[in-house]
């Protein structure tokens, strides 16, 4: 079973406007963590968010936000006000367990999400 | 401070050579992850190095290896090159230490782009 799943391969947004990125994952570890990455064409993978499985609040960082729903096992990423610069692939990984008793320091990517930004 | 550096951006070998690809983390960050990206199998762990030791490897053949030298920087080798092994490979620095738990956050550099022709 895939441990983390992004079912839009695609998405369009005009600039200004919000767009929701989609991730679910799946693990048995009650401890884990949530990332999300950029990845311009470039190649860099640029981090932007991270939750954790027991942070109460939602993770906000600047335009990003994480839209967690930990029964339901999704870890949304939220763009506001979408800029031409937002065009990039996007990744959701996880990890699963501290790295030294869990699974390591090792990230589980999704197959990501191609956002173009519009004018 | 200083992202993370790999060396070269991009590289063609031929079938059956073997390569060597560089990655110098962020200072102060003591681990080192490499991960190959290819458009059929998506991002895949390879190996993570810390402290000059292997402590996490992924499902690759022996012919990908790697090393970590005392100043954190690290290396990946890649012996008889297979066409499959063209990818972009991308390493990401951590502190290791395990102190932020889940929370660790590992930084990417740009990433190697290998062809094998």
């Known amino acids: 079973a895939q441990k983390i799943t992004q079912t839009q391969p695609g998405m369009f947004v005009q600039e200004k406007e919000a767009v929701t990125l989609d991730c679910t994952y799946d693990?048995?570890?009650?401890?884990?963590?949530l990332f999300w990455y950029k990845q311009p064409s470039s190649g860099e993978m640029i981090f932007l968010i991270y939750?954790?499985?027991?942070?109460?609040q939602n993770a906000t960082e600047g335009r990003y936000s994480l839209n967690f729903q930990k029964a339901r096992k999704s870890a949304n990423l939220v763009i506001s006000a979408s800029q031409l610069g937002d065009s990039a692939m996007y990744f959701c990984?996880?990890?699963?367990?501290?790295?030294?008793?869990?699974?390591?320091?090792?990230?589980?990517f999704g197959t990501g999400t191609q956002l173009k930004v519009e004018l | 401070k200083a992202g993370v550096t790999q060396t070269p951006r991009y590289l063609i070998k031929t079938r059956g050579q073997q390569v060597t690809l560089s990655c110098s983390p962020i200072s102060g960050h003591r681990s080192v992850s490499w991960y190959q990206q290819t458009p059929g199998q998506g991002l895949q762990f390879l190996f993570e190095?810390?402290?000059?030791?292997?402590?996490n490897k992924g499902n690759f053949p022996g012919r990908f290896s790697g090393r970590q030298f005392s100043n954190s920087r690290s290396e990946m080798n890649v012996s008889t090159l297979e066409l499959g092994d063209s990818a972009l490979y991308l390493c990401?620095?951590?502190?290791?230490?395990?102190?932020?738990?889940?929370?660790?956050?590992?930084?990417f550099g740009p990433g190697t782009r290998l062809l094998v022709l």
């Open positions: 693990t048995s570890d009650q401890s884990y963590g």
């Open positions: 939750q954790g499985s027991y942070d109460e």
């Open positions: 190095y810390f402290s000059e030791t292997q402590r």
């Open positions: 990401a620095s951590s502190l290791g230490t395990g102190r932020a738990g889940v929370r660790e956050t590992q930084y």
């Open positions: 990984a996880m990890r699963e367990g501290p790295i030294l008793t869990g699974g390591g320091n090792k990230l589980t």
